[in-house]
T-cell receptor, first 116, second 114 residues
């Protein structure tokens, strides 16, 4: 089974609108971390936001927020007030057993295009 | 520089040749990861180093792939007898052990095997 599933290969959003990028995960661990990364066309991977499995509040970081629904094992990224510079690939990732190092599992990504 | 650096940025090689890819992590970061990203795909974990512990090699796709990390800093990923299916972008990332674990990525090495 896929550890991280991103079902939207491509998304379009109008500038200044909000957009939600879906991510579901699969783990039997109680302790894990969820991450979102942005990869612009330049290729660099940029860390956006983190949610720990024990965090009760949804993580927020500027215009980014993570809609964490633990029972549904989903960790959707919400980008508010989209900007042209938000056009990029977005990857959801999970690390099981945080602070022990181990593997990060990445989804296949969602390509977001912001339309002026 | 302050970020993760990788060299070369691009490498074109002939099938059957060996290649070495280098990663210089952020100073003070004890964890180092190698990933492979094929065209249009997500990241495939290859290998993980944490301090002086034995590396987690569980993601290496074959025995043609190996990696080492000297002095807990610079890492080299070696691919022997390259095949066309090895063509991909190889990304290196580092993180601080005591942080929440976010990884800082290098710009990658684009490998093309002809």
């Amino acid at each position: 089974a896929q550890k991280i599933t991103q079902t939207q290969p491509g998304m379009f959003v109008q500038e200044k609108e909000a957009v939600t990028l879906d991510c579901t995960y699969d783990t039997s661990d109680q302790s894990y971390g969820l991450f979102w990364y942005k990869q612009p066309s330049s290729g660099e991977m940029i860390f956006l936001i983190y949610q720990g499995s024990y965090d009760e509040q949804n993580a927020t970081e500027g215009r980014y927020s993570l809609n964490f629904q633990k029972a549904r094992k989903s960790a959707n990224l919400v980008i508010s007030a989209s900007q042209l510079g938000d056009s990029a690939m977005y990857f959801c990732a999970m690390r099981e057993r945080p602070n022990t190092g181990n593997q990060f599992y990445f989804g296949t990504g969602t390509s977001l295009t912001v339309i002026p | 520089g302050a970020g993760v650096s990788q060299s070369p940025s691009n490498k074109v090689t002939e099938k059957g040749k060996d290649v070495e890819l280098r990663c210089d992590p952020i100073s003070g970061h004890t964890a180092l990861y190698w990933y492979r990203q094929s065209l249009g795909q997500g990241l495939e974990f290859l290998i993980y180093f944490q301090g002086n512990s034995a590396p987690d090699k569980s993601g290496l796709p074959s025995d043609r792939f190996s990696a080492e990390r000297t002095g807990g800093s610079v890492s080299t990923l070696t691919i022997q007898r390259t095949q066309q299916e090895d063509s991909a972008v190889y990304l290196c990332a580092s993180s601080r052990r005591t942080s929440l674990g976010e990884q800082f990525f290098g710009p990658g090495t684009r490998l093309t095997v002809l």
